[in-house]
């Protein structure tokens, strides 16, 4: 059987947590969680004891996960709508295949410079819909 897929998550909310981390959490053969980066302390906190994520795997802010050697394969980005871009552009610059939350961006023209970025860069990109 194949190892499961690596991801770190940006965003513990409740797409984060309850649909992507909750998913992780009944299907470890298929997905493992291996670091995390949430601004609020007791989502991080929470989060990281399910996953059992070691300290230096949480990060309070996704530019401190990001501006590191990559953790894992994919960066899942699970941040409020109108955070999703700059944190998937980082992820695609630094090697991570993006499962995007929707919306891609707000705004069209940051919309384009995502999909833009990952066809420059090779890397996957995929659009979550769970609702």
């Known amino acids: 059987m194949a190892e499961p ?8 909310g409740l797409r984060g947590r309850d649909t992507y ?15 995390l980066a ?9 989060f990281a004891r399910a996953h059992r994520l070691a300290a230096e795997r949480c990060f ?3 530019r401190g996960l990001l501006g590191r050697p990559a953790l894992a394969r994919v960066a ?7 955070a999703h871009a700059e944190p998937a552009l980082t992820a695609l610059a ?4 993006v499962l995007l939350e929707k919306p891609i961006a707000i705004e069209p023209v940051a919309c384009v ?18 609702l």
Do not use: M
Not at 5 to 12: N, T
Not at 21 to 35: D, K, Q
Not at 38 to 45: A, I, Q, T, V
Not at 94 to 97: E, L, P, R, S, T
């Open 5 to 12: 897929v690596e991801a770190v998550v940006i965003g513990a």
């Open 21 to 35: 981390g909750a998913f992780a959490l009944a299907n470890p053969e298929l997905l493992r969680i291996v670091a």
């Open 38 to 46: 949430e601004p609020d302390r007791e989502r991080r906190s929470a």
């Open 60 to 62: 309070d802010d996704w």
């Open 76 to 82: 899942i980005v699970a941040t409020p709508d109108n």
């Open 94 to 97: 630094a090697g991570y295949d």
């Open 113 to 130: 410079r995502v999909v833009e970025a990952a066809d420059s860069a090779g890397r996957l990109l995929q659009i979550g819909h769970c």
